[in-house]
């Protein structure tokens, strides 16, 4: 039966697989292999899923006496953007008393289905179901296909003992962001249906790897440190171990997000369970820490930064040696020094161990921030830097005006310009250093009309950096590879 709810046990990431195109809508798709994990490091590495997925492997050892009463799984295709899932699993079955007569000891099924399809999902299986008998006694080799494209999904096994073969169609459209092979992970996860005597080997999978105009950096933890109440005056005693405990103890993760020449539109963290005695748990929350002058050398129960409340999502549950992944979508939306804490509710049952930079620098904690790279207003400013991205009088190039407006995005208003921001009354020009308040913009008509040009208008002469009206240009796209604009950007966040 369809299992809904997969849980985030093997979100992973680390290998950064994949060299997306940039920005041409007719670019191809381009077909990328790789091994399982690396196929599982990609989809979490980019956010994605694919919908266009081929699996080879060879397939030794496979005994129904082992999983006698319950079944086995071959291979497992699912997908985890949702929270009910989707999944495709080859199910071999077991032997039973009394026998199952739908479903013989050495058969096959494919079954397959979608949670995520907003009430109209269904449970789909390949034809045949049950398949002829393909494992007797664990003497059986086989070569495996199994695949899963948008119309349809099935597979077949080349074996010693004859060919078998299953095909159905893809009524809802899976795709596909993780695999296992040899074993079924279900929602709270847990692992079921093992083949202990089974193994599989050269593994590939091809997929469809679409361009996309989306950019990415990969941000190292600068600093990380674990802070209980089993040690309120003194720092964490491991500095290799990111303990999350349900009794509070947190772990504390410092970044330096460099300055973003573009819109930032998503960011990912990822963190390695580790492989200490009873590393494997439940995870954590992740927040948001808004004080980022913590120090790992010094911080403590009773110094530790608090964090806002909301949580940006769940890091786990995670077995030992496990790499996890969470998207925190835009909560970290520009450059600067960011802090996050990862926290265990006491409603938690198991307490997870991380690995911190000290411990295994490979797999410590990281972001991936996603960026595109757009001038919506067509001023030469890419969105992001660009503090008003509808405004092509505005951008960290142009000059200040006195309008009541930060034209050149440095965080002031009118800065050179009067207190009044637009000169006085009578003459609105500049406030001199006498306190003549004469300026450029000259003297003031009897009746105390205001100028032309004066607060709130743009392009007059006021005095203050005057410039002229530009015209608009159109929105565009900017194809950029580098971090390297020459151009003042927003403020950091501090």
Same mark, same amino acid.
């Not at 449970?123 to 007797?136: G, H, I, L, M, R």
């Not at 596909?176 to 089974?198: F, K, R």
């Given at each position: 039966?369809?299992?809904?709810?997969?849980?985030?046990?093997?979100?992973?990431?680390?290998?950064?697989?994949?060299?997306?195109?940039?920005?041409?809508?007719?670019?191809?798709?381009?077909?990328?292999?790789?091994?399982?994990?690396?196929?599982?490091?990609?989809?979490?590495?980019?956010?994605?899923?694919?919908?266009?997925?081929?699996?080879?492997?060879?397939?030794?050892?496979?005994?129904?006496?082992?999983?006698?009463?319950?079944?086995?799984?071959?291979?497992?295709?699912?997908?985890?953007?949702?929270?009910?899932?989707?999944?495709?699993?080859?199910?071999?079955?077991?032997?039973?008393?009394?026998?199952?007569?739908?479903?013989?000891?050495?058969?096959?099924?494919?079954?397959?289905?979608?949670?995520?399809?907003?009430?109209?999902?269904?449970?789909?299986?390949?034809?045949?179901?049950?398949?002829?008998?393909?494992?007797?006694?664990?003497?059986?080799?086989?070569?495996?296909?199994?695949?899963?494209?948008?119309?349809?999904?099935?597979?077949?096994?080349?074996?010693?003992?004859?060919?078998?073969?299953?095909?159905?169609?893809?009524?809802?459209?899976?795709?596909?962001?993780?695999?296992?092979?040899?074993?079924?992970?279900?929602?709270?996860?847990?692992?079921?249906?093992?083949?202990?005597?089974?193994?599989?080997?050269?593994?590939?999978?091809?997929?469809?790897?679409?361009?996309?105009?989306?950019?990415?950096?990969?941000?190292?933890?600068?600093?990380?440190?674990?802070?209980?109440?089993?040690?309120?005056?003194?720092?964490?005693?491991?500095?290799?171990?990111?303990?999350?405990?349900?009794?509070?103890?947190?772990?504390?993760?410092?970044?330096?997000?460099?300055?973003?020449?573009?819109?930032?539109?998503?960011?990912?963290?990822?963190?390695?369970?580790?492989?200490?005695?009873?590393?494997?748990?439940?995870?954590?929350?992740?927040?948001?820490?808004?004080?980022?002058?913590?120090?790992?050398?010094?911080?403590?129960?009773?110094?530790?930064?608090?964090?806002?409340?909301?949580?940006?999502?769940?890091?786990?549950?995670?077995?030992?040696?496990?790499?996890?992944?969470?998207?925190?979508?835009?909560?970290?939306?520009?450059?600067?020094?960011?802090?996050?804490?990862?926290?265990?509710?006491?409603?938690?049952?198991?307490?997870?161990?991380?690995?911190?930079?000290?411990?295994?620098?490979?797999?410590?904690?990281?972001?991936?921030?996603?960026?595109?790279?757009? !001038? =919506?207003? %067509?001023?030469?400013?890419?969105? &992001?830097? #660009?503090? +008003? *991205?509808?405004?092509?009088?505005? /951008?960290?190039? $142009?000059?200040?005006?006195?309008?009541?407006?930060?034209?050149?995005?440095?965080?002031?208003?009118?800065?050179?310009?009067?207190? !009044? =921001?637009? %000169?006085?009354?009578?003459?609105? &020009?500049? #406030?001199? +250093? *006498?306190?003549?308040?004469?300026? /450029?913009?000259? $003297?003031?008509?009897?009746?105390?009309?205001?100028?032309?040009?004066?607060?709130?208008?743009?392009?007059?002469?006021?005095?203050?950096?005057?410039?002229?009206?530009?015209?608009?240009?159109?929105?565009?796209?900017?194809?950029?590879?580098?971090?390297?604009?020459?151009?003042?950007?927003?403020?950091?966040?501090?």
């Amino acid at each position: 039966m369809f299992r809904g709810g997969l849980g985030g046990k093997i979100a992973c990431a680390g290998l950064g697989l994949l060299g997306w195109g940039l920005g041409a809508a007719t670019a191809r798709a381009e077909t990328v292999c790789g091994t399982v994990a690396e196929f599982n490091t990609a989809m979490a590495e980019a956010g994605t899923s694919a919908s266009d997925v081929t699996l080879t492997f060879d397939l030794v050892g496979v005994n129904p006496a082992d999983f006698a009463g319950g079944k086995g799984s071959l291979a497992q295709m699912r997908n985890s953007s949702c929270a009910a899932g989707q999944d495709a699993v080859i199910k071999v079955y077991g032997p039973e008393d009394p026998p199952n007569v739908a479903h013989p000891s050495g058969t096959l099924k494919m079954e397959y289905g979608n949670a995520c399809c907003g009430g109209t999902c269904g449970e789909n299986w390949a034809d045949p179901n049950a398949s002829a008998v393909v494992f007797v006694d664990g003497s059986e080799t086989c070569a495996v296909t199994m695949w899963m494209r948008p119309t349809e999904a099935g597979y077949t096994l080349a074996c010693n003992v004859g060919q078998f073969d299953g095909l159905g169609m893809n009524p809802e459209g899976n795709t596909v962001d993780a695999i296992s092979l040899l074993e079924y992970i279900t929602a709270d996860g847990g692992t079921i249906w093992g083949l202990a005597n089974a193994t599989a080997s050269n593994d590939q999978v091809c997929w469809e790897a679409v361009p996309s105009d989306m950019m990415t950096v990969t941000v190292p933890v600068i600093e990380d440190v674990a802070a209980g109440p089993g040690w309120p005056d003194t720092v964490f005693p491991d500095p290799t171990d990111l303990a999350v405990e349900a009794d509070g103890t947190t772990a504390y993760l410092k970044f330096e997000v460099p300055a973003i020449e573009g819109k930032i539109t998503g960011a990912r963290l990822s963190m390695h369970v580790s492989t200490a005695p009873s590393s494997d748990g439940d995870g954590g929350e992740v927040h948001l820490v808004a004080d980022s002058t913590w120090s790992e050398s010094t911080m403590t129960w009773n110094t530790r930064p608090t964090f806002e409340p909301a949580s940006l999502g769940r890091i786990g549950p995670g077995a030992a040696d496990t790499p996890l992944s969470i998207e925190l979508g835009t909560a970290i939306d520009q450059g600067g020094t960011w802090s996050l804490a990862v926290f265990s509710p006491p409603t938690d049952g198991n307490g997870t161990h991380f690995w911190s930079k000290e411990g295994n620098a490979a797999a410590a904690a990281s972001l991936r921030i996603e960026y595109v790279v757009v !001038d =919506g207003d %067509g001023d030469g400013t890419p969105d &992001g830097p #660009d503090c +008003d *991205d509808a405004d092509a009088d505005v /951008s960290p190039d $142009a000059s200040e005006s006195c309008n009541g407006v930060d034209d050149d995005c440095d965080g002031m208003i009118d800065e050179g310009c009067g207190a !009044d =921001g637009g %000169g006085s009354s009578g003459g609105g &020009g500049l #406030d001199t +250093d *006498d306190g003549s308040g004469s300026g /450029s913009g000259g $003297a003031g008509s009897d009746d105390g009309a205001p100028l032309p040009g004066g607060p709130g208008l743009r392009g007059a002469q006021t005095g203050c950096a005057c410039r002229s009206e530009g015209g608009r240009g159109l929105g565009a796209v900017w194809v950029i590879g580098v971090l390297g604009w020459r151009r003042r950007a927003k403020a950091r966040r501090a």
